[in-house]
Structure formats: C-alpha cells, structure tokens
C-alpha cells in the first residue's frame, strides 16, 4: 500500500497541477529538451526512469472493458485491446517483453493504465471536454497514464512510446495533462480513381495513430475529368472506380472488378485493423457529381449535357442512391459517412439540395449515422430547400463556398480541407506532390503555424476564432485527378510522409516548432510501428544482398537473404530460366533509392525479370514495369542471345535504367492532363525482388541490390 500511496499521490498531484497549465491548443510551455508529436506540455521532475526498471502494462481491472463511446468509429476497442496493442509496439519498437496484466492498483515497476472520470480535466479548444485527453506520470519507478476514455489512454501510450525512442538512455520524470484542440484530425485518399490494396492503407493507419491522428477519409469511387462531359461514348471510356464489392442482387454491376474494389470481409479488416490503433475509416460514395461509376451501372440516369453527373430529376436516381446506401450502410463502422455532392451543376441547384437532404434523411433512417458532404452550394435565401443543418460541410476550395460566413456563422458544422494541403501524387498543374511544410508552420495569415480554423491563408477576416465550437478539425486530402497511371501506390505515402507528422502536430494543437521537428522526426519516425510503408530492407552494409550463383543461390551480402530455387538449372555463375523455373527470395519490394543491378541475356521476349505480386519489371519487347494493373515502358528493347548489364536506379521520384553503364532512359508515365493535353511525368518504382524470373526464357548472372542511388562516373 506504501507503493500505491507514492504513485497515487504523484499521479494526484500531477492532475491537479495539470488543471491549472496552458493546454495544448494555446501557446505551449513544453521543455524545448522533452519533445513528441504532437508536443506535450511537459513539467519535468529532473530525474529519468530506466525502462530497465519496466517490466509489466497492468490495466485497471475497474475499466479493462470499457470503450470509448464518444468518438467516431462503432467498433471502439476496450481498455485491455489497447494495452495489448501497445505490448506488441513496445516489443517491436524497444524490443521489450513485457506482460499485460490487471490491477486494482499502481504498483512498482509497471506501467498502469487506468480511466479518469473527471470530466473539467480535458477539453479542447471550444472548452468543451473530450474523450481524447488523457494524463501521463513518470516517476523513477513507474508510469501511470490515465485517460478520458481507452482512446485517450492510447494518445498517451503513444506520448510514452516516443519519449521511450527520443529518451534511449531514460525518460524524463514528471507529468502532462494534454487534450487535442478538435476532434476531427486526419487526411482523405482518393481510392476511387486509384485502387489502393487494404494492406497499405493498413499501414498508413498505423502512421496516422503514431502521430495521435484519428480519422482516415476514403473517396470510395469517382471518375477522371473530362472536358467534353456531353459526349457520351467518350465520357464511358473513361476510367472510374467503386471499390466496395458485393453479391446483392440489388446493385449488382456497380463495384470495379475484383482486383480493384473490396468485398466486405476486407473493408471489415481493414476498418478493425485501423480502429484498434485509434483510427477511424470515413467512408463516402460520391454522387450526383463524379458518378460515371453509377452511370457506368444506370446509364439511364445521367444528365444529358453531362455524362458523369445523375439527373436527379429522373424518377428512378433518388431511389438508386438509396438503394446504393440500404445496402453498404452496414459495412461501415463510423457514425458518419460521406455522401460526397461535390461539383454538381449550378443549373440544378434546388435539385442537388433535395438530393442531399433526401439522403441525409435516409441514412439516419436506416442506420442512425450523420452525414458530411463537400462544400458546394452554400444556403441562400433564395432557395427554400437548403441542406440541414445537421449535415457537416467539408470545406475545400472557397471558390465552391466562404466556410465562415457561408457556414459557420449560419449554424452549420465546418470540417477544413482547404486547398493549402491539397495533393496530387506524380502531377499536376495546380497542386503539388507532398505537403508544404513552410505552409505547415507558417501557413496562418500572421506567420504561425497553420491550424484547423485556418480556412484563410492570408485574410484572417475569413476565419473563425480559435475557440470556435463549429469548427470540427481538418483534413489533409490527397487526389488522383489524373487517373490510375499517374503514380503508384506508394507515392501516396510519400506525399505526406515528411510533413504529415508536423502537420498532426497542429490538427492537435500542438506548438512545435520547425527547429524542433527537424530535431526529432528521422527517429520518430524510424521507430513508428506496425508499418513498413518505406519498404525498407534491413542491411549490414549498403549491399542488401548479391547472388553471384557461384555456389548456388545464396546471398554473398553478409545479411542472409538466400534465395531459393525453384527448378532452375545453375552452371558457369549463371542461372537458366526455361519459362517455368523460377528463383524466391525473402523479401518482398525494397522503397526509393535503390540500385538493382544485374546481367541478362534473354533467349525470348516475355515473363517477369522481378516480381512482386502486380508489381514486376518485365522482359517484353520494351523493357517494362509493370505497377498497379499499368505498364509502363522505356524505348529500350533487350537484345536477344546477347549479355546486357542493367542498372535500375530509383532516386527520390524517378526510376532509371542504366544499360551497360552508359546509356541512361527514365521510366515515365504519359499523362492525359483532363483533355487539355498530354506530358511526360517521372515514375518512382519500387524495386520488385520476391520472385525472379517467373515465365522468363534466357539467362541470368550477379544480381545486386544496393541500398541509393550508386551512379558511375
């Protein structure tokens, strides 16, 4: 009991100190010596507790199955889920042992997971308290956080985890209150013009959740632009997308093919997987704009003039929707969705407002969820059907809406996506590939760092208090305007991969400066688990591995990634690849900045050099990659019966090959840029490396992945 009473009284003290400090989304007062992300305002005791003296996570036997009730996702996990989730980062991260347990009470030598029901103790921004907010205490011989709710008491495992990674040599004593500023923070993937597997988006949940981001927006279906949206059998030759895949009867013909779109069982996975890190999957399905998807289905429905666009007035649309929504509703675990109605004709404006409202009815109706739409048509006077009220606006673009005086000050709810973090992965005129980070800690119209109120860059009359209560948080989305060629997956993670974790930082509320970031990130971020989103390959030296075929297939690199070979012959160094033999390795791809060099001397054109799954280079007449259903080539062609060494060199955005160290060709996709005209734009593959030479005829010798780009002079 004399144990309990120290930590009970520190953790008491903590508390009540903590409800007199600044809380995050003001100005912070964090030890510029004790740093995360998002930062914390941490009061440090002076001393360091040795993770050496850790040994157990006991959960508070008290709150082992509660859940969190108040946040977005209806699949929230309990107390004990989260404890056993941060077991497995801390044994990953750390490499610690450590056993979960209950506990009535702190103890020495643990690390104590409770629930606090003080409900003053945590708010945010508006000063309204939020589930989110949690407390940690670190003594020399032990760690309490206690949180609002289990999602809270997860931010602060994640608090703990970085201290744990910037701290190696012992964490900082003392204590934290911390609440997020708004409660909607995350970003958008457009999945609907460019399929994403569940694996990958996986992942980036897991880089959400490191960095206290807890919404994940997917665009589950739209269409590329066009500028002739009148003609009919062009506008059908366009590609579009609807990922989600069912048997229903009702809308069978509407999902994209079975490599491109998810059954149930996988968007399942995927929604649980993300919500045991304290993510939450928005889904929206996007109509009546952006909705050659449907009309691809019902071609019945469109408008005559414009061929991606449903006639509302059509007496069979209203119904298709609601047909579309009764059937997927149930598959989706968050108490919103998105309904899209984005970019609609002006010349049908009462139509799109009946449109909106019938369906905002109908999803309450049939499943008791909110909606949120994309700001288009702001209410008027004029109209006497305007959206309700209770529909949340998604503001993006004030040439669409004036989220302030269009929205807020007229009583609706504003989530900010404003085009100051919009991005198209590969390119575009207009928007950039990657987060801005000068926008980031300077974007505010006075120089600050950019917040969730910032709807306005540059005119602070534009934007709401800090405090403002309708203001729900922001949204960084990214797009695939251009369709499915214009990049491949990974580019997605890419555009936020540098600047995301700052931009998390303000969406919290958090005062981390540009220095300070710079500092920490390249260690947080090696350290972010449950995620391999570099697709990096762990090496001893900057040789991941080489196959001389000397003496067989194993690897000459010191690091052990011996292959294995599946019924090739092997003579002279070399390796004979009749079209059914095949080699294996034990990896999978490796991320930017590589070299993969290797000599080849093919006996016939087709079959795959190196593979991954759908990602693979290809010895067809053009030396090719293939990525994400696209092919790719390079005006270069292998000449048959003949040795040519080849050098695949991928740096930062651009993948090139190196054809007996002399001749240099850039892989590049050619884009269609919405009808207006056609460009060149580089490609950033990942090296494909699990299987080699599946279906190829011809030979092979010394095959070298090094780690960046090794050009020769």
């Known amino acids: 009991m004399r144990v309990y009473a120290l930590i009970s009284t520190c953790l008491t003290a903590a508390i009540a100190k903590g409800a007199v400090v600044q809380h995050p989304f003001s100005p912070g007062k964090a030890d510029l010596e004790i740093i995360t992300v998002p930062t914390i305002d941490f009061q440090s005791s002076g001393t360091r507790l040795s993770l050496d003296n850790i040994h157990e996570v006991h959960v508070n036997a008290r709150y082992s199955d509660t859940v969190d009730s108040h946040g977005e996702t209806l699949i929230p996990p309990t107390l004990y889920d989260f404890a056993e989730t941060f077991k497995t980062d801390i044994k990953q991260v750390l490499g610690r042992s450590w056993r979960v347990d209950e506990a009535a009470h702190p103890s020495l030598s643990t690390v104590f997971l409770t629930i606090d029901e003080d409900k003053t103790r945590y708010l945010d921004a508006a000063g309204r308290w939020t589930s989110e907010g949690y407390s940690v205490s670190i003594t020399e ?13 997860w931010w602060g495992t994640r608090t703990l985890l970085q201290l744990a990674v910037l701290h190696p040599d012992g964490i900082p004593t003392g204590h934290a209150v911390d609440s997020p500023g708004w409660g909607i923070r995350g970003v958008m993937l457009d999945v609907g013009r460019k399929f994403y597997p569940t694996s990958f988006l996986g992942e980036l949940c897991s880089y959400l959740s490191y960095f206290k981001q807890n919404t994940f927006h997917l665009h589950l279906s739209d269409n590329v632009g066009v500028v002739n949206p009148d003609d009919k059998d062009f506008v059908n030759s366009l590609y579009s997308g609807f990922r989600l895949r069912t048997e229903d009867s009702r809308v069978a013909g509407l999902a994209s093919p079975a490599n491109e779109s998810y059954s149930r069982e996988e968007f399942d996975s995927l929604q649980r997987q993300c919500a045991a890190r304290g993510v939450t999957i928005i889904p929206e399905i996007e109509a009546p704009g952006h909705a050659l998807p449907i009309l691809k289905w019902k071609p019945q429905l469109a408008l005559i003039d414009d061929y991606t666009m449903l006639n509302i007035s059509h007496p069979e649309t209203l119904p298709a929707l609601k047909t579309i929504w009764s059937v997927f509703l149930p598959w989706m675990h968050s108490k919103t969705v998105h309904i899209g109605a984005d970019e609609y004709s002006a010349d049908f404006v009462k139509d799109y407002n009946d449109c909106v409202n019938v369906l905002n009815a109908h999803i309450y109706e049939v499943s008791g969820k909110r909606t949120r739409i994309w700001g288009t048509f702001p209410p008027k006077d004029a109209y006497s059907n305007n959206i309700a009220t209770n529909i949340s606006l998604q503001h993006w673009a004030f040439f669409e809406d004036d989220p302030l005086h269009d929205y807020v000050e007229k009583g609706y709810s504003v989530l900010n996506s404003d085009v100051a ?12 590939p990657e987060l801005n980070k000068t926008r980031i800690f300077h974007g505010s119209p006075d120089g600050s760092g ?18 403002h209560p309708l203001v729900n948080g922001q949204i960084a989305a990214t797009w695939n305007d251009l369709g499915p060629n214009g990049s491949v997956v990974s580019d997605a993670y890419y555009a936020w991969r540098n600047h995301l974790p700052a931009l998390a930082d303000k969406q919290w509320g958090g005062s981390i400066t540009e220095l300070q970031y710079d500092s920490v990130f390249d260690r947080l971020h090696e350290s972010i688990p449950a995620q391999n989103l570099d697709m990096t390959i762990l090496s001893k030296s900057r040789t991941i591995f080489h196959y001389d075929y000397a003496g067989g297939v194993s690897d000459g690199s010191g690091n052990g990634y011996d292959a294995t070979n599946h019924g090739c012959k092997l003579d002279h160094r070399q390796v004979h690849f009749d079209g059914r033999c095949y080699l294996s390795t034990p990896m999978r791809r490796k991320g930017r900045d590589y070299t993969l060099t290797f000599s080849v001397k093919p006996l016939a054109y087709g079959g795959a050099l190196f593979q991954h799954e759908e990602l693979a280079l290809l010895a067809d007449s053009k030396l090719t990659f293939q990525a994400d259903g696209q ?6 062609t ?12 991928a740096e930062g955005r651009k993948t090139i090959a190196v054809i007996n160290d002399d001749e240099r060709i850039e892989f590049q996709t050619l884009l269609g840029l919405s009808g207006t005209g056609l460009r060149w734009n580089p490609m ?10 599946k279906g190829f005829q011809g030979k092979m010798r010394s095959v070298r992945l090094e780690e960046g780009a090794q050009w020769k002079d």
Do not use: C, Q
Request: proline fraction near 14%.
């Open 450 to 467: 950019y917040i969730p109120t910032t709807f306005d860059m540059s005119n602070s009359s534009n934007n709401p208090e800090r405090w």
């Open 684 to 693: 950033a593959f990942p090296a494909p490396l699990n299987i080699i030479g």
């Open 638 to 649: 292998l000449p048959l019966d003949d040795w040519t060494k080849v050098s695949i060199i």
């Open 141 to 153: 011989t032990g760690v309490i956080i206690a949180g609002a709710s289990p999602l809270g008491v």
């Open 421 to 432: 973090h919009y991005i198209i992965p590969g390119y575009s005129p207009y928007f950039p």
């Open 631 to 636: 092919y790719f080539p390079i005006n270069y």
